[in-house]
T-cell receptor, first 113, second 115 residues
Framework: QQQVKQSPQSLIVQKGGISIINCAYE??????FPWYQQFPGKGPALLIA?????SEKKEGRFTISFNKSAKQFSLHIMDSQPGDSATYFC????????????FGSGTQLTVLP | DTEVTQTPKHLVMGMTNKKSLKCEQH?????MYWYKQKAKKPPELMFV???????INESVPSRFSPECPNSSLLNLHLHALQPEDSALYLC??????????????FGDGTRLSIL
């Protein structure tokens, strides 16, 4: 019930294309869904996050779509750039829980120039 | 630059050595975390400190010993590590309190290699 399933494992996109990464969860107690971006040699950095009371959140080229009934959420990167090449982790947590984040398995995104 | 600072950035040690990893944050966060990350894998939670008290130990072997001297500092003491302990060790912090969105802020980690 604590698992968050993430797909695809790797993704190659042309510059200017749309990158889409999907996650699914089972635990309906999760109420906070962040996405982290990690470059080689760096720690994960919070990219964007959403609460289940909204279906979409957009910040610049990054959009989270959230489907509460299907227990799925996805990250869309519009106009993908080579600088977006990184590993992306979805995560889920329960606000107020000390245990915090349950991570997806990660997606390695490569944006070709 | 991240707001969570970890030192050293790289550490090579033998299996009989004793060393410590250090983490510092000045964001006023009262929850601090240690994670272990293997290549191409997500971070795995090791320890959680809440208000300077250890609240979660994810069944981590005793050769890893955490310490939280104050609300800004977190240490991880290492002793008699095994080659499989080679990994990136990440520290994170977050605000603490019911009702808060609790985004975790990660440091850039210490790359640990056990010879």
């Amino acid at each position: 019930q604590q698992q968050v399933k993430q797909s695809p494992q790797s993704l190659i996109v042309q510059k200017g294309g749309i990158s889409i990464i999907n996650c699914a969860y089972e635990n309906t107690a999760f109420d906070y869904f962040p996405w982290y971006q990690q470059f080689p040699g760096k720690g994960p950095a919070l990219l964007i996050a959403i609460r289940p009371d909204v279906s979409e959140k957009k910040e610049g080229r990054f959009t989270i779509s959230f489907n509460k009934s299907a227990k799925q959420f996805s990250l869309h990167i519009m106009d993908s750039q080579p600088g977006d090449s990184a590993t992306y982790f979805c995560a889920a947590s329960i606000i107020g829980s000390a245990r915090q984040l349950t991570f997806g398995s990660g997606t390695q995104l490569t944006v070709l120039p | 630059d991240t707001e969570v600072t970890q030192t050293p950035k790289h550490l090579v040690m033998g299996m009989t050595n004793k060393k410590s990893l250090k983490c510092e944050q000045h964001m006023g966060h009262r929850a601090m975390y240690w994670y272990k990350q293997k290549a191409k894998k997500p971070p795995e939670l090791m320890f959680v400190y809440s208000y300077e008290k250890l609240s979660i130990n994810e069944s981590v072997p005793s050769r890893f010993s955490p310490e939280c001297p104050n609300s800004s500092l977190l240490n991880l003491h290492l002793h008699a590590l095994q080659p499989e302990d080679s990994a990136l060790y990440l520290c994170a912090s977050s605000p603490q309190g019911a009702g808060l969105n609790q985004p975790q802020h990660f440091g850039d980690g210490t790359r640990l290699s056990i010879l």
